[in-house]
């Protein structure tokens, strides 16, 4: 049952699952979910261009990726559109970019849906070392950073008023979240990469009572998930990016049920003042 | 007083100073020309009505934002503990008071209780902060900043939302801690009138300093003694001040003398028991200086460029 491509296909599921736990919790905390999708919608013309360069796919995803995060910053700084709108912008102009680019390589075959949906079924040897070898080096990045990124993240003011400085901090974590995406095109592809990023961590949410521990539950369901998606599409012959998100979904369902004695979502209490959702400026 | 004094680092390097210190965005001046220092063990209150630039003046202070114009020097390696006005946990990060105390670093665990303890919420250690009621979790933030053993502690309205019978016992707290750690606190209030009894200087702010004194004492006013009780009068102080310009609706201020100018002269104003106005860093070059009979008039029409209220 568990051939040779099977078995490559779920550790590299892991390994993703293993580095996107941690970072997805700071997506959900940093609300930068369409960030995180205008990241990875950018990478089908990071796909383009590898394809046209003869690069290497990670390589291109993870340069085109950055360069969309640093070009988020400069509009940001500019500050004549709401954040939401410089997103919009960048997340489907490159996606734009990337297709009539394809269009013009006429000399390989351009297979859309292994892009938008993964292909994790064909990993070699290669993407594994990559996955577990980029994700290894995010996770040792983000421990390193992890207390000024916390601080950060519940008030970036707070954090520079004592000596940490939040807006490095912040361009840090934005490479290593281009750096997870490039490594998880392969497995879930373009469309569902922030799933992978944001189910999981959701779903700990419930569950866990510090940063740190939903941060390791998050890695914990998400691989769940994967051995669970994967054995699944084997199973029931369903594609398997998507069966491992719907299998992250079943697990955030579950997540809701109301067990245990704790209500099923807490009451914003007054630590999270209605006026403002984070550190507002006066 | 003389148990204060014991404290006040006479002749000590100030923590920080500011001189002439002002921030613009968008070609608008939101506080300027703003004049003070902490010393180590002091308690300085910045008071003003909304948009007055309290916020903006300690955020210079801690060094969040820098200044347009004008200096602030921190000391070497001074330690900050702050309490922001606003702070908003998303729900979605799990974090308990215990978590929250080693935010900005690391610390032993008897002085995380000893904070919990000094601001009495140490029962409170496990709790989410998410289910804190705005007293407790304003407690927290406290507790917080002061685990952490700092130079300079800047408290950005800590007791709002805090009824006057807890504001007084806040107060308490906060002269306290003074004491304690010998700290120099920088302390914004949001009310006009009533200050901390402790601070040894009142800073009145509305884009620009328009006064500064020290605080006159509940207990010398029957009605606020009425209105607080004799508990709350020791730690409650009375801030009795008027200016002699007004602020109006538009941007523009009205002069004792019935003149209307487009902008305040930086130390203007002070009907006050403080003759001190301490002028330096200031350029004034040009102007004349005679305090409260001076004519604003000439502000309208004085070149943009070379003006500093331009």
């Known amino acids: ?282 | 007083m003389t148990e204060l004094m014991l404290h006040k680092g006479n002749g000590a390097e100030p923590l920080v100073t500011l001189r002439g210190a002002g921030i613009s965005r968008g070609g608008r001046w939101l506080v300027r020309g703003v004049d003070f220092s902490v010393l180590p063990g002091e308690i300085v209150t910045l008071i003003g009505p909304n948009g007055s630039g309290k916020s903006t003046t300690a955020k210079m202070a801690t060094g969040v934002l820098k200044p347009s114009e004008g200096e602030v020097i921190r000391r070497g390696g001074l330690k900050v503990g702050y309490v922001p006005q606003k702070l908003a946990i998303d729900w979605t990060m799990p974090l308990t008071v215990e978590r929250l105390m080693t935010l900005t670093g690391a610390l032993p665990a008897q002085e995380i209780d000893a904070a919990l303890a000094a601001t009495g919420i140490a029962h409170m250690k496990k709790a989410e902060v998410h289910h804190l009621s705005g007293g407790e979790f304003q407690r927290a933030l406290l507790a917080r900043a002061i685990a952490r053993k700092p130079d300079l502690l800047v408290l950005d309205e800590p007791v709002q939302g805090v009824d006057y019978a807890g504001e007084a016992l806040l107060y308490e707290l906060i002269g306290r801690i003074r004491r304690q750690i010998g700290c120099g606190i920088l302390l914004i209030s949001h009310d006009l009138h009533i200050v901390m009894a402790e601070a040894d200087t009142v800073i009145c702010l509305n884009g620009h300093v328009c006064c500064r004194g020290t605080p006159k004492a509940v207990s010398e006013s029957n009605a606020y003694r009425n209105l607080f009780g004799a508990r709350g009068s020791a730690a409650i102080a009375f801030y009795d001040h008027h200016h002699d310009h007004e602020h109006l609706p538009d941007g523009r201020v009205r002069h004792a003398d019935g003149t209307v100018t487009d902008h305040c002269h930086p130390d203007d104003g002070h009907h006050h028991d403080h003759a001190d106005h301490a002028h330096a860093g200031h350029d004034h070059a040009g102007h004349d200086h005679a305090h409260h009979d001076r004519d604003h008039a000439h502000h309208d029409q004085a070149p943009k460029g070379g003006h500093r209220h331009a």
């Open chain 1, 1 to 282: 049952m568990l051939d040779d491509f099977f078995i490559r296909a779920l550790l590299a599921g892991l390994g993703l699952a293993l580095v996107a736990g941690p970072l997805g919790c700071f997506v959900i905390w940093r609300r930068m979910a369409y960030f995180g999708d205008t990241m990875a919608h950018s990478a089908l013309l990071g796909v383009a261009l590898s394809l046209l360069l003869h690069v290497n796919l990670t390589v291109a995803v993870f340069g085109v990726a950055t360069l969309v995060s640093l070009a988020l910053l400069a509009l940001q700084r500019r500050g004549a559109l709401s954040t939401d709108a410089l997103l919009g912008i960048l997340s489907h102009s490159t996606l734009a970019i990337g297709l009539v680019l394809a269009a013009f390589l006429t000399w390989v075959r351009f297979d859309l849906m292994t892009y938008l949906f993964g292909d994790i079924l064909a990993v070699g040897q290669t993407d594994i070392l990559m996955i577990w070898g980029g994700g290894v080096l995010v996770l040792l990045a983000l421990a390193k950073i992890w207390r000024p990124l916390i601080a950060a993240t519940v008030n970036p003011e707070l954090a520079e008023a004592e000596g940490m400085e939040p807006e490095r901090t912040r361009l840090f974590f934005m490479l290593l979240l281009a750096l997870v995406i490039a490594i998880a095109i392969k497995v879930v592809g373009i469309l569902l990469v922030t799933a992978m990023l944001i189910i999981p961590a959701a779903a700990a949410r419930r569950f866990a009572g510090s940063p740190e521990i939903m941060a390791v539950m998050a890695s914990g369901l998400g691989m769940v998930a994967v051995a669970g998606g994967l054995f699944g599409s084997l199973r029931f012959d369903t594609p398997s990016g998507p069966s491992i998100v719907v299998a992250a979904l079943v697990i955030f369902l579950v997540s809701l049920l109301p067990f245990g004695q704790r209500k099923t979502i807490d009451q914003p209490g007054p630590g999270q003042r209605a006026d403002s959702r984070r550190g507002g400026i006066s």
